[in-house]
């Protein structure tokens, strides 16, 4: 079974600073994985994904994501966070065909500072 | 704009009432899910649907009951509410292909109090 780890719990980080959130997975062959992002009191709204191909991938509102298979990292980046994007950031990974069935990690809470 | 309606967003009932969790979409999407969420948590699949008449149980048990009637629709019930059900309950649906994305509604934060 396929699992996800986000280390940080919450960062930190001011405004206009670059930002990056670390996911490690665990899944045996090539996975599909995916960064959400959550507001309060909202539900998940997909920032980007990877399934195959050029291992950096962007999204909307500026993110990318690198795909590691050496390290099993699938971390987020910004070059320059906004006070908007403080939020909660899920990283998730499906697995094979049942790519769909997608196993979470515990998130990590983003604040911005002034 | 959410393509995915999740009706009530709050809702705080008594415990031993029997409510149910109102998802639409729009989308035509064949699959569809529920994951709940505890505060500051990891969401957890309680159940999911790969079309009409498809039900399963997903990883985290639970006590709610799920239909699929209808290909947009994926109401989710418990029978008689229970403190230990006051959580976030999110509903999502995505296309058939295993590697479409999944689209969320906004949630229902129920309390049973």
């Known amino acids: ?114 | 704009e959410a393509d995915i309606y999740q009706t009530p967003r709050y809702l705080v009932i008594g415990t031993g009432k029997k409510i149910t969790l109102e998802c639409s979409q729009t989308m035509g999407h064949d699959k569809m899910y529920w994951y709940q969420q505890d505060p500051g948590m990891e969401l957890h699949l309680i159940h999911y649907s790969y079309g009409v008449n498809s039900t399963e149980k997903g990883d985290l048990s639970s006590e709610s009951t799920v239909s699929r009637i209808r290909t947009e629709h994926f109401p989710l019930t418990l029978e008689s509410a229970r403190p230990s059900h006051t959580s976030q309950y999110l509903c999502a649906s995505s296309a058939r292909a295993s590697n479409s994305p999944l689209h969320f509604g906004n949630g229902t934060r129920l309390t049973v109090t």
Not at chain 1, 21 to 32: K, Q
Not at chain 1, 40 to 67: N, R, W
Not at chain 1, 70 to 80: A, C, E, G, I, W
Not at chain 1, 82 to 89: G, I, K, L, N, Q
């Open chain 1, 1 to 114: 079974a396929q699992s996800v780890t986000q280390p940080d719990i919450h960062i930190t980080v001011s405004e206009g600073a670059s930002l990056e959130l670390r996911c490690n997975y665990s899944y045996g062959a090539t996975p599909y994985l995916f960064w959400y992002v959550q507001s309060p009191g909202q539900g998940l709204q997909l920032l980007l994904k990877y399934f195959s191909g050029d291992t950096l991938v962007q999204g909307i509102k500026g993110f990318e994501a690198e795909f590691k298979r050496s390290q099993s990292s699938f971390n987020l980046r910004k070059p320059s966070v906004h006070w908007s994007d403080a939020a909660e950031y899920f990283c998730a990974v499906g697995a094979g065909n049942a790519g769909n069935m997608l196993t979470f990690g515990g998130g990590t809470r983003l604040m911005v500072k002034p």
